[in-house]
């Protein structure tokens, strides 16, 4: 298991976690199915008009993702 630090920013893993590569693989699986997610609706809602700035949104959850993929891929 892992948690965000304060600045949630950075991630460790959390006491008591059994093994830091299988916890990072499953984080990391997550993060790729959110990002899959997060790409069928932005091309769902460019197909339809945004009338409340949804893709704003989305595209920073996209970003947070990418970022957490990143350090995570590169611990």
């Known amino acids: 298991m892992y948690h ?12 008591g976690a059994t093994s830091p590569a299988r916890g990072q693989g499953r984080l990391l699986d997550w993060i790729d199915s959110q990002a899959k997610v997060t790409r069928i609706w932005l091309d769902q809602l460019i197909a339809e008009g945004d009338p409340d700035d949804m893709i704003s ?6 970003a947070w993702l990418d970022m957490m993929r990143s350090r995570l891929a590169g611990s």
Do not use: V
């Open 57 to 62: 949104l989305i595209h920073r959850q996209a």
């Open 4 to 15: 965000l630090d304060r600045d949630h920013h950075s991630i460790a893993p959390m006491s």
